[in-house]
């Protein structure tokens, strides 16, 4: 395999590339010296991780499913043997049962390790012209085409001293608000849930694992209001509500009215669905 791997690094062709150096302040990115550096970062080693961690705390669902007790996850790690950069990403295949609405239906290890022994003396600097485009735009390989595209990324940042988000435009904003999880309870016990770690840490928003009842969801919302002042939601069905289109229209406008901003994934329907909700 050695042989290989070092006789496909040998036949490919130096391209160039532009470094650029900056310095961020007020926001922006200012280029101050421009300069060709060498021309190719090859990858010469990527290492995989399976990793499984014991659940601290397991949450309910709308569905009245609960998170599994191990926390799965897969960490890529791609280097050129002077800088290694970093991706994750969770297996909806192993995380969620068959049939459950956004599960991936290949199997994904198997899957990931073909996409990464496929990357070996190929040029980092390619970013996600050496993915197949194909990985794109089918919803089973998502999280393993992410987990890829996330360690490219870092590669490349940590080799020429940027960070990442110049690669990608450049930073947007200094500060991102925090939005941690409130999981599927009764009103009470969710709104004092969100009351600790409003006290405790400052939270301004919160996404809800809502029940998916208009008027337990709606009390929920009140609660957490009453008992932290001016705050903001989110909600995540997981595709779990039982409504029809109009249903879930009615229930989102009446949730609006109680400081819901968004909400994600109320039902299992198509793009074309989701279009003629918004609208």
Not at 130 to 157: M, Q, W
Not at 175 to 189: G, L
Not at 199 to 213: A, H, S, T
Request: one cysteine or more.
């Amino acid at each position: 395999m050695q042989k290989k791997l070092l006789k496909i690094s040998s036949t490919l062709l130096k391209t160039s590339i532009v470094f650029l150096e900056e310095s961020l302040y007020n926001d922006a990115v200012q280029i101050r010296n421009v300069k060709l550096i060498h021309s190719m970062l090859p990858i010469k080693k990527i290492t995989i991780r399976h990793c499984r961690l014991n659940a601290k705390y397991r949450g309910n669902y709308t569905s009245g499913e609960k998170d599994p007790p191990e926390i799965i996850s897969f960490i890529v790690e791609i280097s050129d043997t002077q800088c290694t950069g970093f991706g994750e990403c969770i297996p909806t295949s192993l995380y969620y049962p068959q049939g459950h609405a956004g599960r991936s239906n290949i199997d994904e290890w198997k899957e990931l390790c073909l996409i990464c022994s496929s990357l070996i003396g190929h040029d980092a600097f390619r970013l996600g012209c050496l993915l197949p485009n194909r990985l794109k735009h089918e919803t089973d390989y998502l999280s393993i085409y992410d987990a890829v595209d996330f360690a490219l990324h870092d590669l490349i940042g940590r080799c020429l001293h940027i960070p990442a988000s110049v690669l990608l435009g450049g930073v947007r904003r200094k500060e991102v608000w925090a939005v941690p999880v409130i999981h599927t309870d009764s009103p009470e016990n969710m709104a004092e849930w969100a009351y600790e770690r409003h006290k405790e840490y400052g939270f301004r928003f919160f996404k809800l694992k809502p029940v998916g009842n208009l008027q337990s969801d709606t009390e929920t919302l009140r609660k957490i209001s009453e008992k932290c002042g001016d705050i903001k939601f989110f909600m995540d069905a997981n595709y779990a509500l039982r409504m029809s289109c109009n249903e879930v229209i009615s229930y989102i406008n009446e949730l609006s009215k109680y400081g819901l901003i968004a909400y994600e994934d109320p039902i299992e329907a198509d793009f074309d669905t989701y279009r003629s909700m918004k609208e």
